[in-house]
């Protein structure tokens, strides 16, 4: 473990997963050589409590590690919160249900200004900013299917009126039932688990990440017709995306995408048997920030913040 640097004050960002979290300290100018990173996975049936004492833990870690404080935090959020900032809804884990998240930040980081985002809202954010485009959409495949639209450099729809669920688009009323409740949803054939589990169907026995991607890489017909499908998905969203909001360009992020070789070119095979005349999809490329577009995203809302824009 690296030793505790002198830094006056900075911005942090959490971008808090389904499975695990991840942590970045960084400068308030941005300088690069001034950030700090950890990620840790949660505990195994602890509960939204237990969970939350372990993100305590790390958070003071991270502090002593950066030598103090810090002026702005931002999170990315995968879960639904209320006005207050209190849990809605959280499919990937229904301990969370109910917890005052928001309070809890507040009360955790009590000496900063915190701010929380959708992380599909905060990922686009990143990705767009990265690439120095104003019009971006962005889907992040993991756990669920997260994403995002940024339009004339803002995510859409806007501070207090909610996230982008671009998961949640429905690109086939008979399809599998969502974990939302609802059937057809992109995130119910196109996420991380719902791929495994059609590839395990396919084999006719269990299917890990690893031995999906072993599976593609040797051309193997259940493999390739497990990601085929959720190519497919992915690719009626993005269109239904520019249909929408025109981007200039189309992003595919999200750690189990980052992880797929040659899957944003699939997708966009899929976008292109799609489009219409006179008006072609925009290129998808893979996220440039890899699975760490929400978590860039949630320092990028801190520094907002600091800078004074509301978005």
Same mark, same amino acid.
């Given at each position: 473990?690296?030793?505790?640097?002198?830094?006056?004050?900075?911005?942090?960002?959490?971008?808090?997963?389904?499975?695990?979290?991840?942590?970045?300290? /960084?400068?308030?100018?941005?300088?690069?050589?001034?950030?700090?990173?950890?990620?840790?996975?949660?505990?195994?049936?602890?509960?939204?409590?237990?969970?939350?004492?372990?993100?305590?833990?790390?958070?003071?870690?991270?502090?002593?590690?950066?030598?103090?404080?810090?002026?702005?935090?931002?999170?990315?959020?995968?879960?639904?919160?209320?006005?207050?900032?209190?849990?809605?809804?959280?499919?990937?884990?229904?301990?969370?249900?109910?917890?005052?998240?928001?309070?809890?930040?507040?009360?955790?980081?009590?000496?900063?200004?915190?701010?929380?985002?959708?992380?599909?809202?905060?990922?686009?954010?990143? /990705?767009?900013?990265?690439?120095?485009?104003?019009?971006?959409?962005?889907?992040?495949?993991?756990?669920?299917?997260?994403?995002?639209?940024?339009?004339?450099?803002?995510?859409?729809?806007?501070?207090?009126?909610?996230?982008?669920?671009?998961?949640?688009?429905?690109?086939?009323?008979?399809?599998?039932?969502?974990?939302?409740?609802?059937?057809?949803?992109?995130?119910?054939?196109?996420?991380?688990?719902?791929?495994?589990?059609?590839?395990?169907?396919?084999?006719?026995?269990?299917?890990?990440?690893?031995?999906?991607?072993?599976?593609?890489?040797?051309?193997?017909?259940?493999? /390739?017709?497990?990601?085929?499908?959720?190519?497919?998905?992915?690719?009626?969203?993005?269109?239904?995306?520019?249909?929408?909001?025109?981007?200039?360009?189309?992003?595919?992020?999200?750690?189990?995408?980052?992880?797929?070789?040659?899957?944003?070119?699939?997708?966009?095979?899929?976008?292109?048997?799609?489009?219409?005349?006179?008006?072609?999809?925009?290129?998808?490329?893979?996220?440039?920030?890899?699975?760490?577009?929400?978590?860039?995203?949630?320092? /990028?809302?801190?520094?907002?913040?600091?800078?004074?824009?509301?978005?």
């Amino acid at each position: 473990m690296m030793g505790p640097t002198t830094v006056a004050g900075g911005l942090l960002g959490i971008d808090v997963g389904g499975t695990k979290v991840a942590l970045r300290a /960084e400068a308030v100018s941005g300088s690069a050589d001034r950030t700090l990173d950890a990620v840790f996975t949660w505990p195994a049936a602890r509960g939204a409590g237990g969970d939350w004492q372990s993100l305590a833990g790390w958070v003071a870690e991270l502090r002593e590690r950066w030598g103090g404080g810090f002026d702005a935090v931002g999170v990315a959020v995968p879960a639904t919160l209320d006005a207050d900032g209190r849990v809605v809804a959280w499919p990937g884990r229904e301990s969370w249900q109910g917890f005052a998240f928001g309070p809890e930040l507040r009360r955790l980081f009590a000496d900063a200004a915190v701010r929380w985002a959708d992380d599909g809202d905060l990922a686009a954010l990143a /990705e767009a900013r990265h690439a120095g485009y104003d019009h971006v959409t962005y889907l992040g495949v993991g756990t669920g299917v997260g994403g995002g639209v940024v339009h004339d450099g803002a995510p859409l729809p806007g501070p207090g009126r909610g996230s982008c669920e671009v998961g949640h688009l429905v690109v086939d009323r008979r399809g599998p039932r969502c974990d939302c409740g609802r059937r057809g949803c992109v995130q119910a054939t196109a996420s991380g688990p719902a791929t495994l589990r059609r590839a395990a169907r396919l084999r006719g026995a269990p299917v890990d990440y690893a031995g999906l991607r072993t599976g593609l890489a040797e051309g193997a017909d259940w493999a /390739e017709e497990a990601v085929a499908e959720t190519c497919a998905a992915l690719a009626a969203a993005f269109v239904s995306l520019a249909e929408l909001f025109h981007p200039q360009l189309a992003v595919l992020g999200g750690g189990f995408a980052a992880g797929l070789p040659g899957l944003a070119a699939r997708v966009h095979a899929g976008t292109v048997a799609l489009s219409r005349n006179g008006f072609p999809t925009p290129p998808i490329r893979p996220a440039a920030l890899g699975g760490l577009s929400s978590l860039h995203g949630a320092v /990028e809302l801190a520094r907002r913040h600091i800078q004074g824009d509301a978005t």
